[in-house]
């Protein structure tokens, strides 16, 4: 079996990652498995998202455009889930991204949405048809 076991994001302010990155993924399917003082856990499909604010952080500002994470992709069941999404997102602390060509940013075969929260972490919302 290949795939990713978790993925563990370092925030600076925990409070507002968890009510922006709590709505989304919960609108993605997503259940809360624990949490803890520094943090919380997510998990959907067998992989985790860890969201933390540890003692040993040492910045407060997240960059995508720096080497490293740009963005986390997350598959939805089919265009009307992404449109609800994304319909919902700026009331929910997220900016919607390349709005001027949603739902196609990515080329025509790909339908998504990509947002950005308040501390700069980009998500893409991906239409999968079966």
């Known amino acids: ?9 370092w925030v600076a302010d925990l409070e507002q990652a968890l ?22 856990t997510w998990s959907a499909g067998g992989a985790d998202l860890t969201l933390t604010s540890p003692p040993t952080l040492s910045g407060s500002t997240h960059d995508r455009r720096t080497p490293g994470v ?3 992709a997350f598959a939805v069941d089919g265009r009307p ?21 949603y739902p196609h940013a990515g080329g025509p075969q790909h339908y998504a949405g990509w947002l950005e929260n308040s501390a700069g972490f980009k998500a893409e919302v991906v239409a999968i048809e079966e």
């Open 70 to 72: 740009n963005h986390l």
């Open 1 to 9: 079996m290949a795939g990713f076991h978790h993925v563990e994001i």
């Open 81 to 101: 889930r992404v449109d609800a999404i994304m319909a919902t997102a700026a009331a929910r602390g997220w900016r919607p991204l390349y709005h001027d060509r």
């Open 19 to 40: 009510a922006e990155w709590g709505w989304l993924l919960t609108e993605l399917g997503f259940e809360r498995q624990s949490t803890w003082s520094e943090g919380e």
